[in-house]
């Protein structure tokens, strides 16, 4: 089946619009989670949801960072009010439940804030 | 708190040539160990991951890595190296935090493969 994707690849936000950053994970997998990707760096954690319910956002870097997934499907990664600083890569990775299986990550969208 | 480090930023090999990719982590308990790969414009893949049991761990695509307890290491090695193989690769270290893997991932080294 298909893998994790993601929307958009490319986003350009001037400083001080917002954004909205879409996650479809693979079907059937319980757990979701977001990390951010800064040049030449390695993924952070931002958040993890167990289907609807957010269980961990103390990766999120401020409270203009908001994550969603109401259905326990789709997940949106939205940030108001971006920041020079908030450009990078944002990954989304989803996996099956349970602690020892693999996350599978989708390609990214790569934020430019002008 | 756990962390990783990848002391090579860069490493170039010849093709055929072979590979060893260096990580350190730093966590109290037993670790859960993973490598990823990361070609441009491409989400991560695993290579191979270490839970517990035999310490030398097989992965994908000819890779494979060996956990040193005693060294707090987790090295990624290949034989021969071919071209395919360019790409970043990253080490990560996982925990159980309320019934899933939190993981702290290193910075990466970038690989480059020459003829």
């Known amino acids: 089946g298909a893998g994790v994707s993601q929307s958009p690849r490319y986003k350009v936000a001037k400083r001080g619009q917002d954004v909205a950053l879409r996650c479809d994970p693979i079907s059937g997998h319980v757990s979701l989670f977001w990390y951010q990707q800064a040049l030449g760096q390695g993924p952070e954690f931002l958040t993890y949801?167990?289907?609807?319910?957010?269980?961990?956002k103390s990766g999120l870097p401020s409270d203009r960072f908001f994550a969603e997934r109401p259905e326990g499907s789709v997940s949106t990664l939205k940030i108001q009010r971006t920041q020079q600083e908030d450009s990078a890569v944002y990954l989304c990775?989803?996996?099956?439940?349970?602690?020892?299986?693999?996350?599978?990550f989708g390609p990214g969208t790569r934020l430019t804030v002008l | 708190a756990q962390s990783v480090t990848q002391p090579d930023i860069h490493i170039t090999v010849s093709e055929g040539a072979s590979l060893e990719l260096r990580c350190n982590y730093s966590y109290g308990a037993t670790p859960y160990l993973f490598w990823y790969v990361q070609s441009p414009g491409q989400g991560l893949q695993l290579l191979l991951k270490?839970?517990?049991?035999?310490?030398l761990v097989q992965g994908i695509k000819g890779f494979e890595a060996e956990f040193k307890r005693s060294q707090s290491s987790f090295n990624l090695r290949k034989p021969s190296v071919h071209w395919s193989d360019a790409a970043e690769y990253f080490c990560a270290v996982g925990f159980l935090s309320g019934g899933y893997q939190k993981v702290t991932f290193g910075t990466g080294t970038k690989l480059q493969v020459i003829p």
């Open positions: 270490y839970f517990s049991g035999d310490t």
């Open positions: 990775a989803s996996s099956l439940a349970g602690s020892y299986n693999e996350q599978f």
């Open positions: 949801f167990q289907n609807e319910a957010q269980l961990d």
